[in-house]
């Protein structure tokens, strides 16, 4: 009886090793096939400006409280409070040692578009790779080519914050396998050309989803409340709706959005605050086009309340 015992618990713990082992295989970090970075060409370094600040890397990789020229040193280390701990943003200044002045394309683009890092390793969805996936190769040699026309800085940003189990980047690649996809996030029939453009920066390089969409308990997004607000991370208030269901943007025109990301006032002549003014100031640097077709997609997008 008990050898009998023995040989089931042997069996199951032989199972467990092998569903452990499928768990880390399935869930291993992919890079792109180096093929996708090869042949781009030089970079366009004024439209990798443009994907520069629609994708906002300054808000998190800039010094707290940069102004002027020192918003283009990306040194690092800003908070990014979380119900998981607080992530501090890395240098990603074209420094070839503390910086990412010294990473091959392929080895930026896997960072931007799969949250692989230099080393082979999960990136957490602080940075969010899960919106980036979405980027064309263009506009990521692009933006590269820019990055490494900025300041260097030799600064090292501070280690993440995370309590155990956050602090183990094994369950990353579970996560990944519940919630990453380069898919889009909404479907559009019909779409314009605007409409479509202004998904791609949407759901892409602006990221605008990772702070305007409710997450679960495991930081995935709800399904069904695309774009639809939730609680600040950052701590008191709220993120807005910014659907046409929304209370307080859903009666707005295309035309009142363009006009709030140039100037950051609300047609009722409130202005912009929180966490929006950094974005507000991003968005204004874009050519008026891009903004426009962001306002066109955000009057396209499901309602919802």
Request: glycine residues 14%; negative net charge; charged residues 20%.
């Amino acid at each position: 009886m008990a050898s009998t015992w023995l040989k089931g618990l042997g069996g199951l713990a032989i199972l467990g090793v092998a569903g452990f082992g499928a768990f880390l295989w399935i869930t291993a970090p992919q890079r792109q096939d180096p093929s996708i970075w090869a042949d781009l060409g030089d970079p366009d370094i004024a439209h990798g400006r443009d994907v520069f600040f629609a994708g906002g890397c300054t808000s998190c990789h800039a010094p707290a409280g940069a102004t002027g020229d020192e918003r283009l040193v990306l040194s690092g280390g800003a908070p990014i409070k979380s119900d998981f701990g607080t992530f501090h943003a890395p240098n990603i200044s074209s420094d070839p040692n503390v910086g990412i002045g010294a990473w091959t394309l392929a080895e930026f683009g896997d960072a931007m578009t799969r949250g692989v890092g230099r080393d082979g390793e999960h990136l957490y969805p602080s940075f969010p790779y899960g919106s980036y996936a979405r980027m064309t190769p263009k506009d990521v040699n692009d933006l590269y080519g820019f990055l490494k026309t900025l300041p260097a800085s030799d600064k090292v940003a501070p280690a993440h914050e995370l309590g155990f189990p956050f602090n183990q980047r094994i369950a990353l690649g579970g996560w990944k396998f519940l919630y990453f996809t380069a898919a889009p996030r909404v479907e559009l029939a019909d779409a314009s050309d605007m409409v479509k453009r202004g998904q791609y920066l949407v759901e892409g390089p602006g990221h605008c989803g990772e702070c305007h969409t409710p997450r679960d308990a495991l930081g995935g997004f709800k399904a069904g409340q695309w774009l639809a607000g939730g609680p600040n991370p950052e701590g008191e208030g709220t993120i807005p709706n910014i659907t046409p269901g929304s209370k307080s943007i859903g009666s707005w025109s295309a035309g009142d959005i363009a006009t709030y990301l140039e100037s950051g006032f609300t047609p009722d002549f409130d202005s912009v605050g929180g966490t929006m003014v950094e974005v507000q100031k991003n968005m204004a640097q874009l050519p008026a086009s891009e903004r426009e077709a962001i306002a066109a997609y955000l009057k396209a997008v499901p309602a919802v309340q």
